[in-house]
């Protein structure tokens, strides 16, 4: 099975992988320390690009043109975040201070 957009959907799942698990990354951090938040983002970016990086050299020793695999993990690493940023956007809302003092009763 040499067909190369084998290659590219095995990147592309890779990739989803890897874009599920910087969200979990960065809702973690949302909900529990949000001062750090920033920081995650910095970690997010050097993951996708060691994927990428790591892609682009591994390639060679696949039997998939190096290209589908590279596009295949770019679209992995991509498209699902812009779902993951409308989740992460939510919680963010979520965790505001205006909507925790709605949330928590107050004496009185």
């Known amino acids: 099975m040499n067909n190369d957009l084998t290659g590219a959907v095995i990147a592309f799942i890779l990739g989803l992988a890897i874009s599920f698990g910087n969200y979990k990354l960065s809702e973690y951090f949302l909900r529990h320390r949000p001062e750090k938040f920033p920081s995650v983002s910095m970690v997010r970016q050097f993951i996708q ?23 295949g993990g770019a679209l992995g690493v991509t498209i699902p975040m812009l779902l993951f940023t409308f989740r992460l956007l939510k919680t963010n809302k979520e965790n505001t201070p205006e909507n925790k003092e709605k949330e928590e009763p107050k004496d009185g």
Not at 55 to 71: E, N, S
């Open 49 to 71: 690009v060691a994927y990428i990086l790591i892609l682009f050299f591994a390639a060679g020793y696949t039997p998939w043109d190096r290209t589908f695999v590279l596009v």
